[in-house]
């Protein structure tokens, strides 16, 4: 199955066969929770270099 509509690369998807489009929701999801466990762990390097130059 292929999406057959989408939009701002491939976020809004109208596709065949739902199962699919909750399938690659669920990789999003899982995509941007990675994305925000690395901005965490940068953010709190970022906070010890600032305490470190106190």
Do not use: F, H
Request: aromatic share 6%; net charge negative.
């Amino acid at each position: 199955m292929s999406c057959t509509t989408c939009v701002r690369k491939g976020r809004q998807c109208s596709w065949d066969n739902w199962g699919i489009y909750i399938s690659t929701l669920q990789n999003q999801v899982n995509d941007l929770q990675d994305e925000v466990a690395d901005l965490q762990e940068e953010v709190d390097s970022q906070a010890a270099i600032i305490e470190d130059m106190e």
